[in-house]
């Protein structure tokens, strides 16, 4: 089938990957335009903008997909269908009626389960004990188009991060086998209309750690606010970044308390203790909570 990819981060990726690779014709790349990066905050392509330049892929940088002008390209592309991982933005149905079979989108979560911008990071915050993806045709109502695929693994022991990646990988390959299907003439399913949740951005002030919670739903805030926003406390009045914990055994520390040995670093909280192990102090890299600790911890409190 004839395809335009739309997506913007590294995370979308593998899927552009996978896609020149089958067997259908992708013939460009929707992406959201340059973004300021680095330290001099330079006007920078999206990941998915540099890889299509790579591959010789024409790219188109909208504004806003309702733009006329980005309208007129995509009818003179004539795709048969848009495949979409993590665009970041909202299509106008002008735009959703251009292709013959629509626009498919892959979606890191296992609808109608965590619809909306950030499905990893709610569903690992929540404690979920399964993940997924899925592959659904967009309707102007968010993420709740009928599913053409869905495939669903237990939840890892992970960040946020690290799992997004995971799924960006597999959901790769499940996004080319959803055009295939749409190619031999299948039909989608409905979502049920019931368990329907929603998934929005993480604001710096959720990912903020109150230390009289138990220690599992602490765990859960800050794994799966890894790497972004990155849930964050203060240490002697100054923000303390905390990426990666553990859960070990009761400590017997008061919240906020911190204990260290020569190999290990633990924190209290209201219910149980959390074992620290990738942190960034005021002013420092990230690090292993291990190292930072040798400065030692002995009267120091997270607050």
């Not at 950030?118 to 709740?144: C, H, K, N, S, Y």
């Not at 890892?156 to 390959?173: I, K, N, R």
């Not at 790497?227 to 009045?237: H, I, K, N, R, S």
């Amino acid at each position: 089938m004839r395809l335009v990819f739309a997506g913007t981060p590294e995370v979308a990726v593998p899927a552009l990957d996978a896609l020149v690779a089958s067997e259908h014709e992708v013939v460009a790349v929707v992406t959201r335009p340059d973004a300021p990066a680095g330290r001099g905050r330079k006007l920078t392509p999206s990941p998915v903008a540099l890889r299509a330049e790579e591959l010789g892929i024409e790219v188109l940088k909208p504004g806003h997909p309702r733009e006329p002008e980005f309208q007129e390209r995509l009818r003179q592309l004539a795709p048969e269908v848009c495949p979409v991982v993590a665009y970041g933005a909202l299509l106008p149905q002008s735009a959703l009626d251009i292709p013959a079979h629509g626009w498919v989108n892959l979606h890191f979560s296992l609808l109608p389960r965590w619809r909306g911008a950030a499905p990893v990071q709610r569903a690992v915050m929540a404690g979920d004990e399964e993940i997924g993806t899925a592959v659904f045709q967009i309707v102007r109502e968010l993420d709740a188009g009928d599913v053409y695929l869905m495939e669903r693994q237990p939840m890892p022991d992970a960040t946020a991060g690290e799992l997004l990646t995971q799924l960006a990988e597999s959901g790769a390959q499940q996004l080319v086998r959803a055009i295939d299907l749409i190619a031999a003439g299948e039909r989608p399913v409905p979502q049920p209309a019931e368990g329907i949740t929603v998934a929005p951005k993480i604001t710096v002030e959720e990912a903020r750690i109150d230390w009289s919670r138990p220690a599992w739903e602490l765990r859960n805030l800050i794994m799966g606010t890894s790497p972004d926003p990155g849930a964050w406390c203060e240490l002697e009045g100054q923000r303390f970044k905390i990426y990666r914990v553990g859960l070990p055994d009761d400590q017997g520390l008061a919240p906020g308390e911190l204990f260290a040995t020569k190999k290990q670093v633990f924190v209290g909280t209201g219910a149980g203790s959390l074992e620290l192990f990738e942190v960034q102090a005021p002013g420092k890299r990230r690090m292993p909570a291990i190292d930072w600790a040798r400065s030692g911890v002995a009267g120091k409190v997270l607050a």
